[in-house]
Nanobody, 115 residues
């Protein structure tokens, strides 16, 4: 069955870095656009970064120049490298796969940025 399994979250101080990973299975990974979303308590879920099947990337303005999304099709894995982290980056981060109307979600991984 389809699975998206995130890892790499944790507690980090402001200015620190984390790399999130999402390992996918159960579908043709290379054909899907992959994305990272986040949701903080009391806030709406937002798209943080996405990467298309062709490797084009898109970021929400608040993370541009700080986050980098990448994918390794041979390993069915998408990454989110996060640097210069801020307290407002604190959220549960979710891995997403999409192709037309089809969409899959991971369970999420907690990222907490706090001193």
């Amino acid at each position: 069955q389809v699975q998206l399994v995130e890892s790499g979250g944790g507690l980090v101080q402001p200015g620190g870095s984390l790399r999130l990973s999402c390992v996918a299975s159960g579908f043709t990974f290379r054909l899907y656009a992959m994305g990272w979303y986040r949701q903080a308590p009391g806030n709406q879920r937002e798209l943080v970064a996405e990467i298309t099947s062709g490797g084009r990337t898109n970021y929400v303005d608040s993370v541009k120049a700080r986050f980098t999304i990448s994918r390794d099709n041979a390993e069915n894995t998408v990454y989110l490298q996060m640097s210069s982290l801020k307290p407002e980056d604190t959220a549960v981060y979710y891995c997403n796969a999409r192709f037309a109307e089809r969409q899959f979600w991971g369970r999420g991984t907690q990222v907490t940025v706090s001193s």
